[in-house]
């Protein structure tokens, strides 16, 4: 399993399927000879066509934890051994300042960004396979924030920074699984709908959001799965516990492989500007 460019016979899971860019992985890895299995959210046409290429699917609500753990049951039922447990969930609600916003509808975006997908992951780690060449793989996806203050979108950005490091912790505790996290930057997803709701309470984010989406400047599906597949088919210690950008990072490069083997830091959560000091006390 995992063998660079060849998947037929391997098991993947793809959590919230009918996201734009979940079921575009799918739709390539069913193509790749992968045996799929997912959960979606709401019918829709993506659910409708993914089913009808084989892929089995189940309802799962990442903000009710009955819903979470009746999933994880159905999916270890029908996926006993998986290779790659892809978690596609996101949303921007609530798009408003902090102090500002429902708290009930901040802490669930919290559940359906954070603690929901790392619910399913401690549900089905357990089932992942462990006797592959370079051991299974655990794919999130990030957002911005990470370099700056995303102003209005906080439970957004504090749910992805969560997973950045958690994604470090679970490669420091589980040597024999990979956990990588990527950022596709902007790409025309449902997920913007929330920006275009909110409007005004999004600040200069809307006018950004509708200029970015009427451009060429976004990511194509193509170039994020093309990075998925190369994350997925590479050794642990060049990706696991790191985060990655589709549009700033070379990767597939073997350069950057080489670095990233002999940096344990990069593309991790650190402080900025750890090595200034006073000098003669000034």
Request: net charge neutral.
């Amino acid at each position: 399993m995992f063998v660079r460019g060849e998947s037929v016979g391997s098991s993947a899971i793809i959590i919230s399927a009918s996201s734009d860019i979940g079921s575009a992985i799918g739709r390539s890895w069913i193509e790749r000879g992968w045996n799929l299995f997912g959960t979606y959210r709401t019918e829709s046409q993506a659910v409708e066509e993914l089913s009808s290429w084989g892929m089995k699917m189940g309802r799962c609500d990442l903000s009710n934890q009955r819903s979470i753990l009746d999933a994880c049951v159905n999916l270890r039922a029908l996926c006993p051994q998986w290779d790659a447990l892809v978690l596609c969930p996101g949303t921007q609600d609530p798009v408003s300042a902090f102090q500002e916003c429902n708290f009930d509808e901040w802490e669930e975006s919290l559940k359906i960004n954070f603690t929901g997908p790392m619910r399913i992951v401690r549900e089905l780690l357990p089932t992942r396979r462990v006797d592959s060449k370079l051991g299974s793989c655990v794919l999130f996806f990030a957002g911005g924030g990470t370099n700056n203050a995303t102003v209005n979108y906080s439970a957004y950005t504090v749910s992805k920074i969560a997973l950045i490091k958690m994604c470090e912790l679970l490669d420091a505790e589980i040597p024999d699984c990979r956990f990588v996290i990527v950022g596709p930057g902007w790409v025309k997803t449902k997920i913007h709908e929330s920006t275009l709701k909110a409007g005004v309470r999004a600040g200069p984010s809307y006018q950004k959001t509708l200029d970015k989406l009427a451009s060429d400047e976004c990511t194509s599906f193509e170039r994020i799965v093309a990075c998925c597949d190369w994350l997925v088919d590479s050794p642990r210690e060049v990706v696991s516990g790191r985060n990655f950008s589709v549009v700033y990072d070379p990767w597939g490069n073997e350069i950057l492989a080489k670095k990233l083997t002999e940096e344990p830091h990069m593309y991790k959560l650190r402080r900025f500007g750890n090595d200034w000091v006073l000098k003669n006390g000034s």
